[in-house]
């Protein structure tokens, strides 16, 4: 029989692999608490037009990169690309639009990209989404939130990008006039920038050509346009946060998604790859509305727990460990009521049974190898004593043989 592989781009997660995920995501859940966030989950697949209507059928994400198929009852369906949608979708369904909401969720999103480090099919996000507040105090908190994020996280050479993308009417004065001087450049785009040209030019910043890199720095500056307020909300959250991230105003940065509509902002880091931002987002003041719910100013960010996790310097999770053997061969009932009682006393510790039938010098070489601290041997004097023996396995070789109770006691210690 032909073996069946993974899928590329989604890969499998051991032990090893895991061990330095719970301490980035348990830090990152106390974090969102420490902000008053409630925790959301809604499920990974969706109908399709809900992605259509929100990230937006001219971007990448859902032109390119969605896992679409129809069900059983041809409803088209995909896995979430990301998690915003199908939180404002749930707001909406649940009548919550009408009020305010911070709402936090984890879990895994799906986009068919070129697989590569840190750029995955299967990927997973931590996202933050505050609902029902105007411009201003909420962008704040959630600026407030990334600098904790990037400071309780110990993440080094880190910086974040900040952008305001006007109104509706500056949006539009700008896209114009930016079609007007590109216009004389056609002939020199790629086939994927004439198409933001004619469907959403501000997308074009974001080009990766460096011969269109070259000619936008001439282009008119998205800042000329936007108004006063939007220009002092970046300098006054750039001022108010300088001591805590390195924060810089960047006119060029739109980001890949259709729903932003003020603040926007990325961060990334030196120490990642060619994929180096691992958080992003911004407002999106009409995605309600655009979702059928009602007007529903919203801001909100998502951080990509691979790359985080990657460069985050709180991964190692120090484990307690201890291995439990029997001398018989023979199932040793007394072992598992004692192993039962141990793991109820300090459920902190990861006791390992030794479930073969080999010899008890062989199990004890097996446990050398691992990284438990100690052993606790039921031998057959043992049994008839109702005693164990607890033999270290660090440096000193000590063991001593201790009463059930002086074990347990022993235990909740460790
Ligand atoms: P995004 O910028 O598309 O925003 O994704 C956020 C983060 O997810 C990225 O900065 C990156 O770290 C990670 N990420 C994205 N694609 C991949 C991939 N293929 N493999 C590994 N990591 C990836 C959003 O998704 C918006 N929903 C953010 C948001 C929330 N805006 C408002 N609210």
Redesign the pocket.
């Known amino acids: 029989m032909t073996k069946i592989n993974s899928l590329r781009?989604m890969p499998d997660f051991y032990s090893d692999d895991l061990i330095s995920w719970s301490p980035v995501e348990n830090k990152l859940e106390k974090i969102f608490k420490s902000y008053s966030i409630n925790e959301i989950r809604t499920p990974i697949m969706e109908y399709t037009d809900l992605f259509k209507r929100s990230?937006g059928d001219t971007s990448d994400?859902v032109n390119k990169?969605i896992y679409s198929f129809n069900d059983r009852n041809d409803q088209s369906l995909s896995l979430r690309?990301?998690?915003?949608?199908g939180?404002i979708r749930s707001i909406i369904e649940k009548k919550l639009d009408q009020q305010q909401s911070k709402l936090w969720y984890m879990g895994p999103?799906f986009?068919y990209?070129r697989?590569q480090k840190?750029?995955?099919?299967q990927?997973?996000?931590a996202?933050?989404?505050i609902l029902g507040y105007q411009e201003g105090q909420a962008d704040f908190e959630l600026i407030s939130m990334i600098c904790s994020i990037i400071n309780g996280l110990d993440i080094k050479n880190a910086k974040l990008k900040i952008n305001h993308l006007g109104d509706k009417d500056s949006k539009k004065e700008f896209s114009k006039a930016l079609v007007e001087y590109l216009m004389p450049y056609k002939d020199k785009m790629d086939e994927k920038d004439l198409e933001r040209l004619g469907k959403n030019p501000l997308r074009i910043l974001d080009t990766k050509d460096l011969s269109m890199q070259e000619i936008l720095k001439d282009a008119p500056s998205l800042n000329n346009f936007i108004s006063d307020s939007a220009n002092l909300l970046l300098s006054s959250i750039q001022k108010t946060f300088s001591d805590l991230c390195i924060i810089e105003i960047d006119n060029t940065l739109v980001?890949?998604?259709d729903?932003?509509t003020g603040l926007v902002f990325?961060?990334?880091s030196t120490d990642l790859g060619a994929?180096d931002?691992?958080?992003?987002?911004?407002?999106?003041d009409n995605l309600a509305n655009t979702l059928g719910g009602k007007d529903m100013p919203?801001?909100?960010?998502?951080?990509?727990?691979?790359?985080?996790i990657s460069i985050s310097s709180i991964t190692k999770n120090i484990e307690k460990k201890v291995v439990f053997i029997s001398s018989t061969s023979n199932i040793a009932p007394l072992a598992f009521k004692i192993a039962n009682q141990l793991r109820t006393a300090n459920s902190d510790v990861s006791l390992d049974m030794d479930l073969t039938d080999s010899s008890i010098k062989a199990k004890l070489r097996r446990a050398n190898k691992t990284n438990a601290t100690h052993a606790f041997i039921l031998g057959d004097e043992e049994i008839s004593t109702n005693k164990l023996i607890v033999k270290s396995l660090r440096d000193d070789d000590e063991q001593v043989s201790m009463s059930i109770n002086e074990c347990i006691e022993f235990y909740k210690k460790i």
Not at 81 to 85: C, D, I, K, Q, R
């Open positions: 781009g990230v994400i990169e690309p990301e998690g915003t949608a939180v999103m986009r990209e697989p840190g750029r995955y099919r990927f997973h996000q996202g933050v989404e980001r890949g998604l729903y932003y990325e961060a990334s994929q931002a691992f958080i992003g987002g911004g407002r999106y919203a801001i909100g960010l998502a951080i990509g727990l691979e790359r985080i």
